[in-house]
């Protein structure tokens, strides 16, 4: 049976509202009224069950996972992945041997707060944000293989540091079929390798797969630049595209020699195609070399609002740098995946490099996340990757 957690007078209305969150302000005891990661119904005062979800000890103290009285079993999370998937489907996600890594559960927007799963290939990462999803995984590991009977080979267990805090001994890691050599995926017809116990987020960017086809739409002749270029996508999405030159800078020794051996797995050479290990920011003030196309995909400037200023400056400075750096008529394609960066305060910042800059710059379209990111409409907060397409013109008068 599940604990019990009480709203206080009058907040039922916060539920009815579809917001996911709970936060401990709104529950009778607050932090401390229910046991970490448990799974909890939340009454009202009249004891009506209002939903049903995981408890943590900290300020958002209740994720919902219903809105109706049910068990948090196997068979909800088979049913609950059954629905992120076709739901996918039903979105026009192609999946086969030319295409066969994407985001299968994106947290709230797939109904599931504090779990994220990628699928690349044969291998499943799941990627806990919540003590209480954390406490599920082998229910969740049988629900996954229950889905897709006989494909999954390996899973990797990935609790993120608010789980490894406060359940000291989480267990990370493959707990089936590790290979040391990497994974190997498809993402429209770009090859690539994914280690999820290396670099960053779950091994890949899946995320930026239709941005990476945009730039493979635009890229033929152009000279381009993959600033942050982790894994090379981006550079190879260009080269397939038909660029002249893809050069990837990136600060991480290890990305630069996952893009070389990237580059090379698509059959291309990192003597004709540079990979630089370098601070883009140090590389644009430096480099005397110009684009016709640039990419700029930092990782999170800021993950709090405290340090939201100091992230709006990085990101004014990264993109005036990259203005000056383009030629006449070239396109930038610029991203913040910082979740307290919002779209308008992005767009304001590149704004404000235009005009550092003393560029023309049009807005020729805004970017986002592909088909497998669904986000909660409930929950705005869940809209984390925003990009905008630029074309650069000539410099301004004055």
Known sequence: ????????????????????????G???????????GAVVSVKSENEETLGVGHFQQSSIAVRLLSFTDEA????????????????????GFEYGDNNNCFRWVNGEGDGLPGLIIDRYGALIVLQFHSVGMYLQRMEIEAAARSVFPGEIEAVY???????????????????????????????????????PNKGQKTGFFVDQRDNRALVKQLAKDKRVLNAFSYSGGFSIAALQGGAKKATSV??????????????????????????????????????????DLIILDPPAFAKSRKKSHNAVQAYKRLNALAMKKIEE????????????IHDKLFEDTVRAAAMEANRDIK???????????PVNIFHPEGHYLKGILLVVGDKLGG
């Not at 079993?73 to 489907?89: H, S, V």
Request: hydrophobic share 35%; net charge negative.
């Open 250 to 291: 990136d600060v991480s020794e290890y990305a630069a020699e996952l893009c070389e051996q990237h580059l090379e797995l698509n059959g291309y050479h990192s003597d004709s195609q540079p990979v630089i290990v370098s601070d883009v920011m140090q590389y644009l003030s430096k480099t005397e070399e110009a684009f």
């Open 157 to 195: 267990l990935m609790p993120t540091a608010v789980v490894h805090e406060r359940v000291p001994s989480a267990e990370e890691g493959f707990i089936s079929g590790e290979q040391s050599d990497g994974f190997p995926v498809s993402e429209n017809g770009m090859r690539f390798l994914v280690h």
């Open 329 to 340: 008529g070239g396109l930038i394609f610029t991203f913040s995946c910082s979740q307290v």
């Open 363 to 373: 807005l020729i379209r805004k970017l986002g996340p592909g088909i497998d990111h």
């Open 72 to 91: 948090i079993d196997e068979g909800f999370y088979r049913k609950k992945l059954e629905a992120a998937w076709n739901n996918r489907l039903k979105c």
């Open 26 to 36: 709104a529950l009778k005891g607050g932090k401390n009224c229910a046991e970490e």
């Open 1 to 24: 049976m599940n604990q019990a957690v009480f709203l206080n007078r009058g907040k039922e209305s916060i539920v009815k509202m579809r917001h996911p969150w709970i936060f401990s």
